[in-house]
């Protein structure tokens, strides 16, 4: 029999202990498909406003994925190997050359790719049409989508993944050729021993994350964003600290309480995790990273897509501005156009209001004008448009000589400063307040002050004066046609800001982001489970032993049950409990830049990461028990 046949008939042998594994990187393989196949997909391609967003967040979301299955490949190669060591020693006890030996296993786990690669790539291309509908839906792409097969993406798929296992597989080669006999015995057998405690370390992982957590919170806005790098390089060194030290100390300390350790069934759970620290909390670490990248990358996709305020940039269904008598002539054209559709005018806006292009500020403002609006129509347009919390709003937006209000840019997601004051033909004002809040939209990509009317009649002296009016219509999503032909009037052909053009057309990049970001967070989830699944298990084989001395010696299959329970959950909770804490604090400064409330994005992607491993949970407590 030759290497190939006996590493076909290992593999097909061990199918079942490869099941979880291979499901991840069907998944994974499946997945980095969809994403490159978005680049040639011909109806994808049609839309130019959206293609460049596509592309460049489908082309960076792979490289991430890519990046992360080396990893994650790698690791779950060096599990099986380990598990596999004390058979590989029997070849060679037997008197088959180490050459052979590790080509045969160099075999099995290239089979186990392709076998991955082979099917992955078939699930890719049946789900495509499926992947890219959600994609539309998310994103709100008008488009028809067909069933397509990229020839470019499969192949380049196959060809990324068949290199990425070529190589592992030589790596498990030469690891298995430079083994020594007695090694291979004992590579199943970790050694175990107390850790050695560093106080030192302890108390500085500690010092450390705190330290970085009162910088994302402290820290104001513009030294927050060039501290990112240096906060996340922190708690990644502390996060080892963490759980070398800081970690092994509190085992340690429940190892030395009798009243703990003898309750029940808790001198074997503790004692084996106190003892196996020293092995695994590299990796937990290392989890608990993974963890807090993916939540973050989940919460952060959430947020922009679900705190973009669509009702500031479009609360009416269309907008013009028009200079002079100029739109005297053209509302009734605009009236009459209306009424003629199926849709019915609800309000209508008319307000008057300056363009500032000459100012001076003690802020990096980056804007080079204003829109200037009296006080008076300001309290208007929030009781017409019926503002969250108008009566409040319109309590504090009661102005004297020389107060503003700094009514940001529609699509600010992130301000950089706080403008506090401005002076406009030599006059000072000082911004009272600054908000977010609808007024006329996004037709003018300006910001907007808010004066008392009579520093407006002030200011208006010296500025050119326009009109805007705001149109807000029944079944505004449904608005299209009529948005064609209002644009076949004279002057608004290039004037007109439509609602449902500018829903699909000016949203689309934050369903694209969101998209992107969640399929990545699930693979993330999905790998790092699989990761604590395996450490898990290897485990389990290491321990079988173990727990049959103690049946045999009176313990209990309900107690084992329990016990195996506690040390499984450690393991899972761990770097569960510690990648959401940095997830929280990473999301807080989301939160501070975007000067709104995350938690509920938040709280949804948290809950989502804890169902996720709480089924890896189950799945893995039941493996573990078979195995024992």
């Keep these: 029999m030759n290497s190939f046949s006996i590493a076909y008939n290992n593999f097909k042998h061990n199918i079942k202990t490869y099941a979880l594994n291979l499901m991840a990187m069907i998944f994974s393989v499946a997945v980095y498909y969809n994403f490159i196949a978005l680049n040639d997909n011909p109806q994808i391609v049609q839309l130019n406003q959206i293609m460049n967003i596509v592309s460049s967040a489908s082309t960076s979301t792979a490289v991430l994925l890519l990046v992360f299955l080396i990893f994650f490949i790698w690791y779950s190669n060096s599990f099986f190997l380990k598990q596999k060591k004390k058979e590989i020693g029997i070849y060679a006890f037997m008197g088959i050359d180490n050459y052979k030996i590790g080509l045969i296993y160099a075999l099995e786990g290239f089979l186990q790719g392709v076998l991955a690669i082979v099917i992955g790539s078939f699930v890719g291309v049946l789900f495509s049409k499926l992947f890219i509908m959600l ?4 994103a709100f792409l008008d488009v028809k989508i067909n069933f397509f097969i990229s020839v470019h993406a499969l192949i380049e798929t196959i060809i990324t993944f068949l290199i990425i296992f070529f190589i592992i597989s030589v790596l498990g080669y030469f690891n298995i050729v430079r083994s020594k006999l007695i090694d291979l015995f004992n590579a199943s057998k970790q050694q175990e021993g107390l850790p050695k405690l560093s106080k030192f370390k302890a108390a500085a992982s500690i010092i450390i994350i705190l330290i970085a957590y009162g910088m994302c919170i402290g820290l104001p806005k513009l030294a927050v964003i060039g501290s990112v790098p240096i906060i996340t390089i922190m708690v990644i060194f502390a996060t080892y600290w963490l759980f070398g030290s800081f970690f092994s100390m509190i085992m340690r300390y429940l190892l030395d309480k009798k009243q703990i350790l003898y309750n029940g069934t808790n001198i074997v759970s503790i004692s084996n995790i106190v003892f196996r620290i020293k092995g695994n909390y590299k990796t937990l670490a290392t989890i608990a990273i993974l963890i807090a990248s993916a939540i973050t990358a989940l919460g952060t996709a959430t947020s922009i897509k679900y705190n973009t305020k669509i009702e500031l940039d479009l609360p009416y269904s269309f907008t013009y501005v028009l200079d002079g008598n100029t739109g005297d002539e053209i509302e009734p054209k605009v009236n009459k156009t209306i009424t003629s559709s199926n849709h019915n005018i609800l309000l209508k806006e008319k307000v008057n209001f300056i363009f500032v292009n000459k100012f001076k500020t003690d802020e990096n403002f980056s804007g080079d004008e204003f829109m200037v609006v009296k006080a008076s129509d300001f309290k208007k347009i929030t009781k017409d448009l019926k503002v969250k919390d108008a009566e409040e709003l319109l309590k504090k937006s009661e102005l004297g000589s020389g107060e503003v209000i700094y009514v940001q840019r529609p699509k600010t997601l992130v301000q950089a400063n706080k403008l506090q004051n401005i002076e406009i033909s030599n006059l000072k004002y000082n911004v009272k307040m600054d908000l977010k809040t609808p007024l006329f939209g996004g037709i003018k990509n300006d910001p907007c002050l808010v004066v008392n009317d009579k520093d407006y009649e002030s200011i208006k002296s010296n500025f050119k004066e326009s ?78 032993e173990k727990y049959k001395i103690l049946l045999k010696i009176g313990m209990t299959e309900k107690e084992l049950k329990r016990t195996i329970s506690k040390q499984t959950a450690v393991y899972f909770i761990l770097p569960l409990l510690v990648g959401v804490i940095h997830s929280s604090f990473g999301i807080a400064i989301l939160s501070k830049l975007m000067e709104c409330n995350l938690v509920l994005p938040t709280a949804i992607s948290i809950a989502t990461f804890i169902v996720i491993y709480g089924m890896f949970y189950i799945f893995t407590l039941g493996k573990f028990r078979k195995v024992i």
């Design 135 to 138: 994609l539309c839906k998310v």
């Design 467 to 544: 009109k805007f009016y705001g149109i807000i219509v029944n079944d505004q999503k449904n608005t299209l046609d009529l948005s064609a032909k209002l644009g076949t009037i004279r002057v608004l052909d290039n004037n007109l800001y439509s609602y449902a053009q500018k829903y699909r057309s000016g949203y689309e990049p934050y369903g694209v982001i969101f998209f992107m970001g969640c399929f990545l967070a699930l693979v993330f989830v999905v790998a790092t489970g699989s990761i604590i699944h395996f450490k898990i298990l290897s485990e389990a084989y290491m321990d079988k």
